[in-house]
């Protein structure tokens, strides 16, 4: 049993789980390194606390697993039925996972009447935002290739590309880096576009005096990057370089606060504090940061609610933002690693005000 699997055995036992399903295929390939596919069907990794292990897969999505994982896969056909089995297996208090979709959770609950169901995402949650050394130097990678793809964005948005052009500009310049896809569906937003966090890009171009927001990630290897920098088409307004300024003292301030043994609630403050005392507190709508490795969102969250103690080797995103509907929208996004006496900061782009000058 790798040491990742043990440490999820014994979070079991402090939690006294009898057993624990998982179908979150991201979890199961942290935990066993498997890729999983499963369509509609049900495929579900159930470890019990004698550390017995069984990984329920429909025979349509064929795959095989070292024998030193000592997993017994369970096959079933479309027209079994595996909930059945699972259900005779399970013991007294049964976790399961955020991932566990209630088609399936429903009947099984129902098939087991002797067990207890309740969610328990956080046990897999937790271990996995401690990354390891490999994981570390992964997401160094993947955000140095972001930093480079960031540089070649910047040389472009002068020419005045629509917002769906430049994402085409992106998609090229991963692609030339080696990497192997988005992390997300970037954003490419211009103007009053920027005063929507999740805006979704368009055709149109920017004008002078705009913002531009870039927010943007891809996947090497396996592990994700995500940054956001915030450029001017054009001399900005008094007000837009403000806003900017606020947001850039919001984002160090931030940086500066991380360290193991405070709370992630505690960052999210130093933040915004920043953007409050300058007046624009109503226009900081989001929580700060979010956890981030296999995928672009993980466990982790950094926001007022979340007062859970930061540890070595947390990988999160520290991202202020004002967003002035109508108007213009400003956000600077960097991901932090946590070390013993602070952090190291993944990105290296510039975030210094940085003016487009327009080519167009």
């Known amino acids: 049993m790798n040491q ?22 991201f979890a199961i390939y942290y935990l066993i390194d ?20 069984w990984l329920y897969q429909n025979r349509l999505f064929p795959i ?30 049964v976790g399961v996972d955020k991932k566990f979709l209630a088609r399936f959770l429903l009947p099984l609950i129902e098939a087991a009447p002797e067990s207890h169901f309740e969610l328990a995402s956080e046990l897999v949650d937790l271990i996995r935002s401690r990354k390891d050394s490999a ?15 960031m540089g070649r964005m910047y040389e472009v948005l002068g020419t005045g590309k629509t917002e769906l052009e430049m994402v085409d500009v992106l998609r090229k310049a991963y692609r030339d ?58 001399e900005p307004s008094e007000r837009g370089r403000e806003v900017y300024e606020t947001v850039l003292a919001a984002n160090l301030n931030a940086i500066a606060t991380v360290r193991p043994g405070i709370s992630h609630a505690e960052v999210d403050a130093a933040a915004r504090s920043v953007i409050e005392a ?25 926001s007022q609610g979340n007062t859970d103690l930061i540890e ?9 933002g004002i967003y002035l509907p109508g108007e213009l929208g400003v956000r600077i996004e960097d991901l932090v690693l946590v070390t013993e006496d602070g952090c190291e900061l993944l990105n290296k782009y510039p975030k210094d005000l940085m003016i487009v000058e327009a080519t167009d």
């Open 34 to 53: 498997a890729t999983i596919e499963a369509g509609e069907r049900f495929s579900c990794l159930h470890l019990n606390s004698n550390g017995q292990m």
């Open 312 to 320: 070595v080797g947390e990988i999160f995103s520290i991202e202020p």
């Open 135 to 149: 994981e570390c130097e992964a997401m160094r990678l993947a955000s140095h290739l972001n930093d480079t793809a």
């Open 177 to 234: 880096l080696g990497c192997d896809q988005f992390s997300f569906e970037p954003i490419i937003a211009y103007g009053a576009h920027a005063s929507d966090p999740h805006h979704q890009n368009r055709d149109s171009k920017p004008v002078r005096g705009d913002s531009i927001v870039v927010d943007m990630g891809c996947i090497k290897d396996g592990y994700c990057s995500d940054m956001t920098r915030t450029f001017f088409y054009g």
């Open 4 to 25: 990742r699997l043990e440490s999820l055995l014994q979070a079991m036992k402090r939690r006294a789980l009898s057993d624990l399903l998982i179908c979150d295929p």
């Open 64 to 93: 095989e697993l070292p024998d030193e994982l000592q997993v017994e896969i369970v096959w079933y056909s479309d027209h079994e039925q595996p909930l059945t089995g699972l259900a005779a297996s399970l013991s007294t208090r």
């Open 278 to 302: 300058a007046g624009y507190g109503p226009y900081f709508t989001h929580r700060l940061g979010h956890g981030i490795g296999l995928e672009c969102h993980e466990g982790g969250d950094v």
